[in-house]
């Protein structure tokens, strides 16, 4: 119980594995990492971020909390950011929300869950600000798919605040940053059309987040 055996033999069957099919790939991972990709997640479960995309260790530099939540208070993800931008130099960011999160579900229902209602207040000023017509979607999924959507949105929208990325488009730096949401039901990525790569473009933002409310990109 206290040593979790199943997890350190799954653990040496799945570097086996690797060592089978590239015998030198782990002397060459330890030397460096070199990712293109910063993925921010949300942290269930549910999403691992390098087997819904098929890429393999090294090729994704991976940051998740709750509901993929990006905040300018929030140091740990202003870091990853950080360090992903100007010294991995990665060329992209995707933020990727999912369906059915529950972070997401409990803003929408009001329920109290604890101490990580704090951190769901994020949610709830995403859920407060599109009020109006949220309520006004008849269907809770449908209600609830839209609040995720947008959810991913608005945190596509902080991110591209932030100081770490202006500054990194201010010195052209090559840099975009791309809102996707995924569906555990089928296992496939959605791309809601949000590519920003450069401050010009943020408020090409808000029309995504109309389409969305007025069911044109589902």
């Excluded at 869950?113 to 599109?130: A, F, P, Q, S």
């Excluded at 496939?188 to 949000?194: C, G, Y």
Aim: hydrophobic residues 45%; charged residues 25%; neutral net charge.
């Amino acid at each position: 119980m206290r040593l979790l055996k199943n997890l350190f033999d799954k653990n040496r069957a799945w570097a086996a594995d690797i060592k089978k099919r590239d015998p030198d790939f782990f002397s060459k991972l330890a030397h460096q990492q070199q990712p293109e990709i910063l993925w921010i997640g949300c942290s269930d479960a549910r999403v691992p971020a390098n087997d819904i995309v098929g890429l393999l260790p090294g090729e994704l530099f991976v940051h998740r909390n709750v509901a993929n939540v990006v905040v300018h208070t929030d140091l740990n993800c202003l870091s990853v950011v950080q360090f992903a931008v100007d010294v991995l130099k990665v060329k992209h960011i995707i933020i990727c929300g999912h369906y059915g999160c529950g972070g997401v579900k409990a803003v929408l229902q009001n329920r109290e869950m604890g101490l990580i209602d704090n951190w769901l207040r994020h949610i709830e000023d995403v859920y407060l600000k599109y009020r109006g017509k949220l309520d006004s979607i008849a269907d809770f999924e449908r209600r609830f798919d839209t609040l995720c959507e947008l959810n991913m949105v608005e945190q596509v929208e902080n991110l591209c605040r932030t100081t770490v990325v202006q500054n990194a488009w201010k010195i052209g730096q090559e840099l975009a940053v791309h809102g996707w949401i995924y569906r555990v039901e089928d296992g496939l990525l959605r791309d809601l059309d949000i590519c920003i790569t450069g401050m010009s473009e943020i408020s090409m933002i808000y029309n995504v987040a109309g389409k969305l409310l007025n069911g044109e990109k589902r």
